[in-house]
Protein backbone atom coordinates (compact mmCIF):
# COMPACT_ATOMS: atom_id res chain seq x y z
CA UNK A 1 0.00 0.00 0.00
CA UNK A 2 1.34 3.43 -0.99
CA UNK A 3 1.93 5.62 1.39
CA UNK A 4 -1.07 8.21 0.18
CA UNK A 5 -3.19 5.55 0.51
CA UNK A 6 -2.20 4.50 3.90
CA UNK A 7 -2.61 8.01 4.71
CA UNK A 8 -6.17 8.38 3.13
CA UNK A 9 -6.97 5.05 4.85
CA UNK A 10 -5.83 5.64 8.99
CA UNK A 11 -7.47 9.52 8.33
CA UNK A 12 -10.68 7.40 7.69
CA UNK A 13 -10.52 5.58 11.18
CA UNK A 14 -9.46 8.77 12.71
CA UNK A 15 -12.55 11.16 11.56
CA UNK A 16 -15.16 8.78 13.20
CA UNK A 17 -13.75 9.39 16.82
CA UNK A 18 -12.99 13.54 16.06
CA UNK A 19 -16.74 13.46 15.12
CA UNK A 20 -17.94 10.99 17.33
CA UNK A 21 -18.20 14.15 19.93
CA UNK A 22 -21.14 15.45 17.52
CA UNK A 23 -23.25 12.78 18.43
CA UNK A 24 -23.95 13.99 21.91
CA UNK A 25 -24.06 17.33 20.50
CA UNK A 26 -26.95 16.13 18.03
CA UNK A 27 -28.68 14.17 21.47
CA UNK A 28 -28.48 17.59 23.68
CA UNK A 29 -29.90 19.87 21.01
CA UNK A 30 -32.61 17.96 20.33
CA UNK A 31 -34.10 18.87 23.50
CA UNK A 32 -33.92 22.59 22.11
CA UNK A 33 -35.05 21.66 18.80
CA UNK A 34 -38.84 19.71 20.34
CA UNK A 35 -39.12 22.75 22.72
CA UNK A 36 -38.21 25.54 20.57
CA UNK A 37 -40.99 25.87 17.48
CA UNK A 38 -38.21 28.25 15.87
CA UNK A 39 -35.12 25.60 16.01
CA UNK A 40 -36.98 22.91 14.46
CA UNK A 41 -34.81 23.52 11.60
CA UNK A 42 -32.17 21.64 13.89
CA UNK A 43 -33.20 18.23 12.84
CA UNK A 44 -31.86 19.12 9.82
CA UNK A 45 -28.64 19.98 10.94
CA UNK A 46 -26.82 15.66 11.45
CA UNK A 47 -28.48 15.24 7.69
CA UNK A 48 -27.05 18.85 6.48
CA UNK A 49 -23.44 18.00 8.04
CA UNK A 50 -23.13 14.58 6.58
CA UNK A 51 -24.65 15.32 3.32
CA UNK A 52 -22.01 18.14 2.99
CA UNK A 53 -18.40 15.69 3.98
CA UNK A 54 -19.56 12.94 1.39
CA UNK A 55 -19.82 15.61 -1.03
CA UNK A 56 -16.03 16.70 -0.24
CA UNK A 57 -14.92 13.32 0.70
CA UNK A 58 -13.38 12.97 -2.95
CA UNK A 59 -11.77 16.24 -2.79
CA UNK A 60 -10.61 15.34 1.07
CA UNK A 61 -9.43 11.80 -0.58
CA UNK A 62 -7.35 13.70 -3.00
CA UNK A 63 -6.09 15.80 -0.82
CA UNK A 64 -4.54 13.41 1.31
CA UNK A 65 -3.67 11.62 -1.38
CA UNK A 66 -0.98 14.37 -2.10
CA UNK A 67 2.86 14.01 -2.01
CA UNK A 68 3.69 14.27 2.03
CA UNK A 69 4.24 17.45 2.82
CA UNK A 70 6.39 18.97 5.93
CA UNK A 71 4.92 19.23 9.41
CA UNK A 72 3.81 22.87 10.83
CA UNK A 73 6.08 24.17 13.13
CA UNK A 74 6.44 23.39 16.55
CA UNK A 75 4.93 26.57 17.87
CA UNK A 76 2.29 25.81 15.74
CA UNK A 77 1.62 22.57 16.73
CA UNK A 78 1.89 23.23 20.33
CA UNK A 79 -0.90 25.82 20.13
CA UNK A 80 -2.90 23.48 18.17
CA UNK A 81 -2.68 20.83 20.82
CA UNK A 82 -3.68 22.95 23.66
CA UNK A 83 -6.12 24.50 21.47
CA UNK A 84 -7.43 20.69 21.31
CA UNK A 85 -7.25 20.12 25.02
CA UNK A 86 -9.25 23.13 25.82
CA UNK A 87 -11.68 21.68 23.62
CA UNK A 88 -11.71 18.75 25.30
CA UNK A 89 -12.36 20.10 28.82
CA UNK A 90 -14.96 22.35 27.48
CA UNK A 91 -16.86 19.32 25.90
CA UNK A 92 -16.46 17.40 29.25
CA UNK A 93 -17.72 19.89 31.39
CA UNK A 94 -20.91 20.91 28.99
CA UNK A 95 -21.51 17.00 28.89
CA UNK A 96 -20.88 16.55 32.92
CA UNK A 97 -22.96 19.40 33.49
CA UNK A 98 -25.54 18.00 31.13
CA UNK A 99 -25.83 14.91 32.77
CA UNK A 100 -26.01 16.81 36.20
CA UNK A 101 -28.67 19.81 35.67
CA UNK A 102 -30.29 18.22 32.59
CA UNK A 103 -30.39 20.93 29.13
CA UNK A 104 -29.57 24.37 29.88
CA UNK A 105 -28.12 27.09 27.54
CA UNK A 106 -24.70 27.43 29.20
CA UNK A 107 -24.15 23.44 28.62
CA UNK A 108 -25.46 23.39 24.94
CA UNK A 109 -22.63 26.12 24.50
CA UNK A 110 -20.40 24.26 25.92
CA UNK A 111 -20.84 21.09 24.47
CA UNK A 112 -20.83 22.56 21.05
CA UNK A 113 -18.19 24.77 21.19
CA UNK A 114 -16.23 21.91 22.78
CA UNK A 115 -16.99 18.86 19.85
CA UNK A 116 -16.69 22.19 17.21
CA UNK A 117 -13.27 22.45 18.45
CA UNK A 118 -12.14 18.57 18.81
CA UNK A 119 -13.20 18.43 15.18
CA UNK A 120 -11.67 21.22 12.94
CA UNK A 121 -8.37 21.15 15.03
CA UNK A 122 -8.41 17.73 15.57
CA UNK A 123 -8.74 17.38 11.57
CA UNK A 124 -5.65 19.37 11.43
CA UNK A 125 -3.62 17.83 14.18
CA UNK A 126 -4.45 14.13 12.28
CA UNK A 127 -3.47 15.90 8.97
CA UNK A 128 -0.14 16.82 10.45
CA UNK A 129 0.74 13.56 12.21
CA UNK A 130 0.40 11.88 8.27
CA UNK A 131 2.18 14.71 6.68
CA UNK A 132 -0.59 15.76 4.98
CA UNK A 133 0.80 18.88 2.52
CA UNK A 134 -2.20 21.05 3.39
CA UNK A 135 -3.75 20.64 6.64
CA UNK A 136 -5.67 23.73 7.13
CA UNK A 137 -6.95 23.18 3.72
CA UNK A 138 -8.10 19.77 4.96
CA UNK A 139 -9.41 21.40 8.02
CA UNK A 140 -11.53 23.91 5.76
CA UNK A 141 -12.91 20.93 3.99
CA UNK A 142 -14.92 20.61 7.47
CA UNK A 143 -15.94 24.27 8.48
CA UNK A 144 -19.75 23.39 7.95
CA UNK A 145 -20.07 20.19 9.79
CA UNK A 146 -18.56 21.55 12.78
CA UNK A 147 -19.68 25.29 12.91
CA UNK A 148 -23.58 24.21 11.57
CA UNK A 149 -23.93 22.90 15.26
CA UNK A 150 -23.54 26.84 16.43
CA UNK A 151 -26.47 27.75 14.36
CA UNK A 152 -28.48 24.81 15.31
CA UNK A 153 -29.92 25.45 19.10
CA UNK A 154 -30.21 28.57 20.93
CA UNK A 155 -27.27 29.22 23.60
CA UNK A 156 -26.29 33.41 23.45
CA UNK A 157 -29.78 34.45 24.99
CA UNK A 158 -28.76 37.51 26.09
CA UNK A 159 -27.35 38.60 22.66
CA UNK A 160 -30.38 37.11 21.32
CA UNK A 161 -32.86 38.85 23.60
CA UNK A 162 -31.00 42.32 23.00
CA UNK A 163 -30.71 42.12 19.26
CA UNK A 164 -34.57 40.71 19.59
CA UNK A 165 -35.83 43.76 21.38
CA UNK A 166 -33.38 46.26 18.99
CA UNK A 167 -34.96 44.42 15.84
CA UNK A 168 -38.73 45.18 17.62
CA UNK A 169 -38.00 48.84 18.15
CA UNK A 170 -36.97 49.66 14.61
CA UNK A 171 -39.48 47.32 12.77
CA UNK A 172 -42.24 49.59 14.50
CA UNK A 173 -40.81 52.60 13.81
CA UNK A 174 -40.46 51.65 10.08
CA UNK A 175 -43.97 50.19 9.96
CA UNK A 176 -45.63 53.43 11.71
CA UNK A 177 -43.87 55.73 9.03
CA UNK A 178 -44.81 54.11 6.59
CA UNK A 179 -48.38 54.22 7.36
CA UNK A 180 -48.17 57.34 8.70
CA UNK A 181 -46.55 58.50 5.08
CA UNK A 182 -49.65 56.97 3.38
CA UNK A 183 -51.83 58.99 5.31
CA UNK A 184 -53.56 55.75 7.78
CA UNK A 185 -55.03 56.90 11.04
CA UNK A 186 -52.92 55.30 14.25
CA UNK A 187 -50.55 55.48 16.90
CA UNK A 188 -47.52 53.98 18.18
CA UNK A 189 -46.47 53.32 22.06
CA UNK A 190 -43.01 51.61 22.25
CA UNK A 191 -43.82 48.58 20.49
CA UNK A 192 -47.10 48.92 19.76
CA UNK A 193 -49.14 50.16 17.13
CA UNK A 194 -52.81 51.55 17.99
CA UNK A 195 -55.21 51.21 14.63
CA UNK A 196 -58.94 52.36 14.82
CA UNK A 197 -60.02 48.54 15.10
CA UNK A 198 -57.42 48.00 17.86
CA UNK A 199 -53.75 46.98 18.97
CA UNK A 200 -51.10 45.12 16.91
CA UNK A 201 -47.78 44.57 18.84
CA UNK A 202 -44.47 43.88 17.10
CA UNK A 203 -44.02 40.59 18.76
CA UNK A 204 -40.14 38.55 19.22
CA UNK A 205 -41.88 36.46 16.32
CA UNK A 206 -42.15 39.92 14.32
CA UNK A 207 -38.63 41.18 15.32
CA UNK A 208 -36.76 39.03 12.44
CA UNK A 209 -34.36 37.09 15.07
CA UNK A 210 -36.21 33.64 14.75
CA UNK A 211 -36.10 33.83 11.05
CA UNK A 212 -32.57 35.07 11.26
CA UNK A 213 -31.06 32.00 12.54
CA UNK A 214 -33.20 29.66 10.22
CA UNK A 215 -32.10 31.48 7.10
CA UNK A 216 -28.55 31.93 8.46
CA UNK A 217 -28.69 27.85 8.79
CA UNK A 218 -30.41 27.37 5.30
CA UNK A 219 -27.55 30.37 3.84
CA UNK A 220 -24.81 28.80 5.45
CA UNK A 221 -25.59 25.30 3.47
CA UNK A 222 -26.25 26.84 0.37
CA UNK A 223 -22.75 28.45 -0.18
CA UNK A 224 -21.06 25.06 1.53
CA UNK A 225 -22.90 23.32 -1.17
CA UNK A 226 -23.37 25.30 -4.36
CA UNK A 227 -20.57 28.89 -3.52
CA UNK A 228 -17.10 27.60 -5.26
CA UNK A 229 -14.60 30.18 -3.28
CA UNK A 230 -14.75 32.12 0.14
CA UNK A 231 -15.79 35.67 -1.93
CA UNK A 232 -18.98 33.41 -2.81
CA UNK A 233 -19.40 32.17 0.00
CA UNK A 234 -19.54 35.06 2.35
CA UNK A 235 -22.04 37.10 -0.15
CA UNK A 236 -24.52 34.31 0.30
CA UNK A 237 -24.65 34.02 4.10
CA UNK A 238 -24.37 37.80 4.75
CA UNK A 239 -27.41 37.66 1.77
CA UNK A 240 -29.56 35.50 3.75
CA UNK A 241 -29.38 37.86 6.68
CA UNK A 242 -30.19 40.80 4.62
CA UNK A 243 -32.95 38.77 2.85
CA UNK A 244 -34.03 37.44 6.64
CA UNK A 245 -34.66 41.57 7.60
CA UNK A 246 -36.19 42.43 4.49
CA UNK A 247 -38.42 39.20 4.31
CA UNK A 248 -40.29 40.19 8.25
CA UNK A 249 -40.41 43.90 7.39
CA UNK A 250 -42.62 42.73 4.22
CA UNK A 251 -44.20 40.41 6.94
CA UNK A 252 -44.60 43.19 9.56
CA UNK A 253 -46.10 45.61 6.93
CA UNK A 254 -48.66 43.27 5.24
CA UNK A 255 -49.94 41.92 8.68
CA UNK A 256 -50.51 45.90 9.79
CA UNK A 257 -52.06 46.28 6.73
CA UNK A 258 -54.48 43.04 6.85
CA UNK A 259 -55.19 44.32 10.58
CA UNK A 260 -56.06 47.67 8.97
CA UNK A 261 -58.22 46.42 6.49
CA UNK A 262 -60.08 43.45 8.85
CA UNK A 263 -59.74 44.35 12.41
CA UNK A 264 -56.38 43.61 14.52
CA UNK A 265 -57.78 40.27 15.72
CA UNK A 266 -57.91 38.73 11.91
CA UNK A 267 -54.21 38.45 12.11
CA UNK A 268 -54.12 35.93 15.02
CA UNK A 269 -53.38 32.58 14.26
CA UNK A 270 -53.42 31.10 11.38
CA UNK A 271 -53.22 34.60 8.74
CA UNK A 272 -49.62 34.85 11.30
CA UNK A 273 -48.49 31.43 11.09
CA UNK A 274 -48.93 31.28 7.56
CA UNK A 275 -46.65 34.41 6.67
CA UNK A 276 -43.73 33.60 9.45
CA UNK A 277 -43.67 30.50 7.10
CA UNK A 278 -43.66 32.42 4.06
CA UNK A 279 -40.64 34.37 5.06
CA UNK A 280 -38.41 31.67 5.30
CA UNK A 281 -39.77 30.32 2.17
CA UNK A 282 -39.23 33.32 0.54
CA UNK A 283 -35.64 33.70 1.48
CA UNK A 284 -34.69 30.14 0.49
CA UNK A 285 -35.80 30.77 -2.95
CA UNK A 286 -34.08 34.58 -3.13
CA UNK A 287 -30.78 32.94 -1.93
CA UNK A 288 -31.38 29.90 -4.61
CA UNK A 289 -31.60 32.64 -7.09
CA UNK A 290 -28.86 33.77 -5.89
CA UNK A 291 -26.91 30.57 -7.16
CA UNK A 292 -26.56 31.02 -10.98
CA UNK A 293 -25.68 34.80 -10.65
CA UNK A 294 -22.66 33.63 -8.18
CA UNK A 295 -21.66 30.84 -10.32
CA UNK A 296 -21.74 33.07 -13.56
CA UNK A 297 -19.51 35.50 -11.14
CA UNK A 298 -16.97 32.72 -10.22
CA UNK A 299 -16.60 31.58 -14.12
CA UNK A 300 -16.04 35.43 -15.24
CA UNK A 301 -13.04 35.28 -12.57
CA UNK A 302 -11.96 32.31 -13.66
CA UNK A 303 -11.44 33.14 -16.97
CA UNK A 304 -10.06 36.64 -15.92
CA UNK A 305 -7.09 34.88 -14.02
CA UNK A 306 -6.25 33.06 -17.13
CA UNK A 307 -6.40 35.88 -19.26
Not at 185 to 199: A, W
Amino acid sequence: MSDQSARSTSFGWVLPALASPLVFTAYDQSHWWSEKEDYGFGWLAPLFAAYVVRERWPSIKASLAEEAGARPAVPTMAIAWLTFLAGLTLFSIGAVYRGAAGPTFGGTLAITLGATTLLLVGVMIAASILQAPRPFRLAGYFLFPALVWLVSAPMLTVVENSLSTFLRAEITKVVFGFYDILGFSLEQRGNILILPSGQVGVEEACSGIRSLTGCLFAGSFLAATFAKNAASKAMLIAASLGFALLTNLLRSLFLTAWALAYGAQSIEGTIHDVSGYAVLGLTVVLLLLMVPMLDRREARGAVGSHA
